[in-house]
């Protein structure tokens, strides 16, 4: 009788342990990105990135994002935003966060990462969403790598239509600016 219960309960971590890896159950939020050219929801990586995605979703909670931009856009490349508000002015933000792009996670397309300058610990509040695998971003491939914290998991259509908007100089930062706003109208912890 000892065996047979032994088996049913390695039989049944098991079962639970692929359903946690494989679907919703992870624990991990997902969010709902709004933008002036439609919505995206992505989920993200609190079991590979836990810093990162208890950063993001600080600012999630309180409503940081409401009314930033896309203010970087580089066709087959990535997107970022987050950072600068409707008239490029750049927001306020909590300090850096250590860098976890030694997570085993890659910047593959779809994929959200934290944006930070060369200090490699100087993520704030910036995200970016990669358009491919921009595998030369990832750990050990340059300096530490930029940590990828999540993913998109609907409205991929969304971050390829902001990829293709017309970009130049605008206001304070020198290229790369979409001319055409692109507003991070909200973003939104998804509620079952």
Partial sequence: MKAKLGIFVLVTGLLMSIAVQAGP???????????????????????????????????????????????????????????????????????????????????????????RTSDVNSATAQFFINLKHNKFLDHGSRDFGYAVFGRVTKGMEVMEKIAKVKTGRKGPLPRDVPQQTVLIESIRLKTK
């Fill in 25 to 115: 159950k992870t624990g991990n939020p997902v969010v709902v990105i709004k933008t002036s050219m439609g919505t995206m929801e992505a989920v993200l990586y609190k079991d590979k990135a836990p810093i990162s995605v208890d950063n993001f979703v600080k600012y999630v909670k309180a409503k940081f994002f409401d009314g930033t931009v896309y203010h970087r856009v580089i066709p087959n490349f990535m997107i970022q935003g987050g950072g600068f508000d409707a008239d490029l002015k750049r927001k306020a933000t909590r300090g850096p966060i250590k860098n976890e792009a030694d997570n085993g996670l890659k910047n593959e397309r779809g994929t959200l990462a934290m944006a």
